[in-house]
């Protein structure tokens, strides 16, 4: 279980790794998954690609086993301060060594909130999983992050009377329009197989390019404080609605709480 001094981590860092109970056998299962649903060679084009994702759509036992681990479950209810919270988005990548390139990463925010939405009981905000099914190093396409950068962020917003006023919403924000704030250096976030990183998408952030020789395989999954409802673009809510009543009947019945079915975007 994630320790006090990890979820204090978390709250001044914006991210933290720590170990899962997950095994050998199963990172090995859900990389072979991963292998299977995410080829290099694009199935209709044939052109080969750096980066390979999916959002929503998975069903695949060895990755639902992974999904409704109640370990997730209860780090996310510590991190977010809530005696109950459901799913918000899944998605798998995984990023493909790009042998010669150089090392780069474009910055952005995912989400922005307000030091009240940190601060409030649950937390209003989604707490993000990273899990690592391999090896991350330095090299292997790290995320790239800005420690305490959501706290300059959410108390820049907490001071603008029209930004404390928005509800959270996901909507993608490049560095260069976020405002200008002391961020710190950029930094990688590094782990070892089967360990968790546990973030804010809220804080600065980057994919970065693979210039290790082996691909890097990430799993995220999402959750937030049960009735507490964060905006999506319209195509991801309608995309979400449609996915939860599917992943609802592929669930174990002892874990199908973790979705909301009153979600409505």
Known sequence: MITKEQVEQFDTQGAVTIDTP???DQLA??????DELLPQADPSSGELRNRVGQTGNIFEQELLDILQSPFLEDVAKKVLRAEAVTFFQTAIIKAYPEPGAEFRFSE????????S???SIPRRMVCSHFLWLN???????PMMHRPGSHLL???HRQNDPELAKAPPAVKGTSKEHLPDLPYSEPVPVTARAGQVSVLTTS???????????EPRYAFVITFHPRNFYIGLPESQAQAKIKYDRELQEHLRSDRRHLIDTTWQG
């Open 22 to 24: 997950l095994t050998s």
């Open 29 to 34: 299962a859900a990389r072979r998954v991963f």
């Open 108 to 115: 952005h925010t995912d989400i922005q909130y307000c030091s």
């Open 117 to 119: 939405d940190f601060e």
């Open 135 to 141: 090896d991350v190093n330095e090299k292997r396409a």
């Open 153 to 155: 962020i959410a108390r």
């Open 203 to 213: 804080m600065v952030h980057a994919g970065s390019t693979n210039v290790d020789k």
